[in-house]
């Protein structure tokens, strides 16, 4: 038989390593001894959907619900003949997915039954019975007649599809970014980390006034995608980093590899219990960033680097008190658009201070907004170099952002791999 991993050429699939092992992941730091009282206030970026879009989820490869998704196949060996069906082991997986189908069991099993194909970018999730990677493994090796259990497309490539697709239907790449910086942005320099913790109801960081919009909008944008995907392939923490990602790239920004082995939360004990000092205030100054972004191994540069976040989405007065679009490219054209618009909007406009609904004071120039947390950007003697550097040069910020940004998505996190 040539079961097993092999090199192939399958485009679905993500990668072949040997098992990294247990040590990877964020295990050591998904718990926090902070019970002060929350303090969260506006924490930047606070990016949402832009424009607004009614239009329902766009669905997934493969099938929107399981029964769609998941067929069977019976294979019986025959002495002499190979099995015909390559696959990819990966310990921190809970699939066996196949990488090509050529010749041999397999081959004779798709002729006699095209209604159950077993087709590359599928995976085992069940082999007679048994559903742990080594077990199914090992049963394909010796068992003589085997019954799988498949679900269709479940690979790293549908899955970026997916994201790319619900990206570019709903326009909601802003509060994607939003949903991945706070579910890491909570590490304090001791304890928090990136664990999804926000997805648990009843208190923790699912109740947080920061969080506010995430548990209701964000994370229900991702259902059908966690559905399929969740915990078979990738964990909630990895799903919600691999989404900000995408979006990016899907909005024009730059291309940022992500690293996987993030750990999900099981219980609110293991999410931080308080936002104070964890999460920025939109309306403090230049030393409130400082006093928040430096405890996690940030600069200058990196906070700077990381406002630029706010090149897409819009403030919402339910959530965060302020209101309106921040950058001038969205308000004119209607699309997202990541760029350096907004250090050049930063730098060019002139600013009116005003006065929210809500008494929270925010800048404004036509139609667009700042921050009292983006005016000190061009206010503090140190941040304003930078702010400089980016609004002059696009790629500059890009290569900058990309480096804060990836260390901010693994703040407390252990050893990550490179694949999925």
């Known amino acids: 038989s040539t079961f097993g991993s092999s090199p192939g050429s399958e485009p679905w699939c993500c990668c072949r390593l040997p098992n990294l092992g247990a040590t990877m992941g964020n295990a050591q730091c998904c718990t926090s001894a902070d019970t002060g009282e929350d303090a969260a206030g506006e924490a930047m970026p606070k990016v949402e959907t832009w424009p607004p879009s009614e239009v329902g989820p766009p669905g997934v490869t493969g099938g929107n619900t399981p029964a769609e998704r998941m067929y069977k196949a019976s294979l019986v060996k025959v002495e002499g003949q190979p099995l015909g069906m390559d696959v990819d082991f990966m310990a921190e997986r809970s699939v066996l997915p196949i990488l090509f189908v050529s010749g041999g069991i397999a081959d004779a099993w798709n002729k006699e039954h095209p209604e159950a194909k077993i087709s590359a970018g599928d995976a085992i999730v069940e082999v007679n019975g048994v559903r ?55 590490f304090n320099g001791v304890d928090g980390c990136p664990n999804a913790a926000m997805r648990l109801a009843g208190g923790g960081e699912y109740s947080f006034g920061a969080n506010a919009g995430l548990p209701q909008v964000a994370i229900p944008l991702l259902k ?32 940022i590899v992500t690293h996987f082995g993030r750990l999900d939360a099981q219980g609110l004990s293991e999410g931080a219990q ?49 209101e309106g679009q921040v950058t001038s490219v969205a308000c004119s054209s209607r699309r997202i658009s990541k760029d350096n618009s907004y250090f050049r909007d930063l730098l060019k406009k002139t600013w009116t201070k005003a006065t929210a609904k809500n008494g929270k004071i925010q800048y404004v120039s036509g139609k667009t907004m700042m921050l009292p947390t983006d005016m000190v950007l061009i206010e503090d003697a140190k941040f304003k170099p930078y702010a400089e550097k980016y609004a002059a040069d696009q790629n500059a910020f890009f290569e900058d952002y990309k480096e804060a940004w990836v260390k901010m998505q693994e703040l407390g996190c252990g050893r990550l791999r490179d694949i999925l």
């Open 132 to 186: 742990s990677v080594e077990g199914m493994l090992q049963k394909c090796k010796v068992d003589p007649v085997l019954s799988l259990t498949l679900i269709k497309c479940l690979t790293y490539g549908h899955l970026v599809q997916d994201l790319e697709k619900l990206i570019s239907i709903k326009g909601c790449g802003p509060i994607m970014i939003r949903l991945a910086w706070h579910d890491a942005g909570v």
């Open 224 to 255: 059908q995608i966690s559905e399929k995907y969740v915990p078979r392939l990738i964990s909630h923490a990895d799903l919600w980093a691999l989404a900000a990602n995408v979006a990016i790239k899907v909005m024009g920004g730059p291309s």
């Open 274 to 322: 308080s936002a104070a000092g964890r999460l920025p205030d939109a309306d403090k100054d230049a030393q409130h960033l400082r006093d928040i972004f430096y405890p996690k191994g940030f600069t200058d540069k990196d906070i700077v680097a990381l406002s630029g976040a706010h090149s897409v989405g819009a403030c919402h007065a339910d959530r965060s008190g302020f």
